[in-house]
């Protein structure tokens, strides 16, 4: 999600076409046992879209961290809360994350 909000449009859209509850609910699209109405839904398609969204994602994350194997600076797109993050999410007893959701 962060790679789709902040890194590329195309990621961003397909997310929204296939929506979260499905995602989530299929464990993108590797258990469809958990979709009640499976004829509702183009099988082909949706699996397909699952494959693009996992693949755009992770080229996204590889492009960012290539040069950045050892995680020396986060000057990343995914990084863009980690600048302020730890400063507001430890003393509130947040967990990793929390504030940039």
């Known amino acids: 999600v962060k790679m789709a909000v902040v890194e ?58 290539f040069g950045n194997l050892w995680e020396t600076h986060q000057c990343r797109p995914h990084a863009y809360g980690h600048t302020w993050s730890p400063g507001y999410e430890l003393p509130a007893g947040m967990l990793h994350g929390h504030a940039v959701a």
């Open 8 to 65: 590329n449009l195309e990621l961003f859209e397909l997310l929204e076409k296939v929506g979260p509850k499905l995602l989530v609910k299929t464990k993108f699209g590797t258990d469809l046992s958990s979709i009640e109405n499976v004829d509702s839904i183009d099988l082909e398609e949706f699996d397909a879209d699952c494959e693009r969204l996992v693949g755009l994602a992770m080229e996204a994350y590889v492009r960012a961290e």
